[in-house]
Nanobody, 122 residues
Framework: QLQLVESGGGLVQPGGSLRLSCAASGSIFTIGVMGWYRQAPGKQRELVATIFSTGSNIKYADSVKGRFTISRDNAKNTVYLQMNSLKPEDTAVYCC???????????????WGEGTLVTVSS
């Protein structure tokens, strides 16, 4: 069974930093695009950042550019989100996503984690 599990959320003061991790497990042949999304209370889910399997083609939401850094470790099937200079408006549930193939000939399927809460408050 394919599974994504996030970790690293918590409470942090404005200006602080957090590092989120998301590990994929199960019968995985390869992973394509991985990404982070967030959903704040009363708002729609929004893209935070995505990264291709080669580590290239990185995209960020304008609201996090220069403060957040996405990276991945393909050997560990893990994607990270380093968040610096956090603001109260960054408060949200952060979910990771990954496009996974279970065999060479299967198609990519999108998988999602359950999310981890990040609260930025003094």
């Amino acid at each position: 069974q394919l599974q994504l599990v996030e970790s690293g959320g918590g409470l942090v003061q404005p200006g602080g930093s957090l590092r989120l991790s998301c590990a994929a497990s199960g019968s995985i042949f390869t992973i394509g695009v991985m990404g982070w999304y967030r959903q704040a209370p009363g708002k729609q889910r929004e893209l935070v950042a995505t990264i291709f399997s080669t580590g290239s083609n990185i995209k960020y939401a304008d609201s996090v550019k220069g403060r957040f850094t996405i990276s991945r470790d393909n050997a560990k099937n893990t994607v990270y989100l380093q968040m610096n200079s956090l603001k109260p408006e960054d408060t949200a549930v952060y979910c990771c996503s990954a496009d996974l193939k279970t065999t060479l000939y299967s198609t990519y399927q999108a998988c999602w984690g359950e999310g981890t809460l990040v609260t930025v408050s003094s």
